[in-house]
């Protein structure tokens, strides 16, 4: 029979074990040359593999923490395009961080072992066998990341995670993700129409969250006044824009938005 005191032990070990999700980032992106971390997860920044690590959470961690990073680019020193995969994976621990050789050791042995999760029939690496080639990282047979140094404002970056952190808002949710998306569609240059209508979406997601008069900047003011009220008309301005917009004139509406939405959220601190 367990004494009290085995079960303590057991109750304590027990508590101790954390629970982390995993995101892997394709070379097909632009990523910092520095791992980050905070309250939201870690950014872990390897030779072989960036990856993305948060606590399992339903508050969408994982695209807070680089929602931070875009909105805390540092623009002299070069730019930052996010492509996580989409898939998930599931890694538990012991630390309260996650140290990158315990993620590296995590990713070969799952690799070697063909690992699946329960009640899968595709071992959990098969999943990335149609991403050949350059989209893949060195740790799963594809290539060199880019990275730049000094590329994300560190103190920015800490005060908007902690701002974010604590926001549990749907339709902010809704502006983060199509955010993200554009930035990820626009590492593809036949995706430029893609980028342009996840942009819009934001935008107008953005519009409706703090309010026609709020939107501080004379672009996107330009580019609500073109899609109109109107939901069919949005439907098909948004097209047209996503046709006619020049990558130069995408890159100038997308910084304005990361900056209004900012703007915002260092506002309402």
């Not at 101790?16 to 905070?38: D, E, K, M, W």
């Not at 890694?91 to 699946?116: A, E, G, I, M, N």
């Not at 549990?168 to 980028?195: E, P, T, V």
Request: aromatic share 12%; hydrophobic share 40%; charged share 20%.
């Amino acid at each position: 029979m367990r004494s009290d005191k085995d079960k303590t032990a057991v109750d304590v070990s027990a508590s101790a074990v954390q629970h982390y999700t995993y995101r892997i980032f394709s070379p097909l992106g632009a990523y910092p040359a520095q791992s980050l971390s905070s309250p939201l997860g870690q950014l872990i920044v390897e030779k072989d593999f960036i990856a993305l690590a948060f606590k399992d959470n339903p508050q969408a961690h994982d695209l807070k923490f680089m929602l931070a990073m875009l909105l805390s680019v540092n623009d002299d020193k070069g730019f930052l395009k996010l492509y996580p995969f989409p898939y998930k994976h599931f890694f538990v621990s012991t630390s309260y961080q996650v140290l990158p050789q315990k993620l590296h050791q995590d990713v070969k042995q799952k690799l070697s072992d063909h690992y699946r999760q329960s009640g899968e029939t595709i071992p959990e690496f098969d999943l990335y066998q149609n991403a050949k080639g350059a989209s893949l990282p060195i740790i799963l047979g594809g290539t060199v990341y880019s990275t730049f140094d000094g590329l994300i404002d560190s103190h920015q970056f800490n005060l908007l995670s902690d701002i974010l952190y604590q926001k549990k808002d749907g339709r902010f949710d809704l502006i983060c993700k199509s955010l993200l998306l554009s930035n990820q569609n626009s590492c593809h240059f036949q995706f430029s129409q893609q980028a342009v209508l996840f942009l819009l979406d934001a935008l107008i997601l953005f519009e409706d969250f703090v309010g026609r008069s709020r939107v501080d900047s004379s672009r996107l003011q330009t580019l609500l006044t073109q899609l109109g009220d109107n939901k069919t008309d949005s439907l098909i301005a948004k097209y047209q824009l996503a046709e006619s917009m020049t990558p130069l004139d995408y890159n100038k509406a997308f910084d304005a938005l990361c900056h209004a939405l900012t703007k915002s959220l260092l506002k309402a601190k």
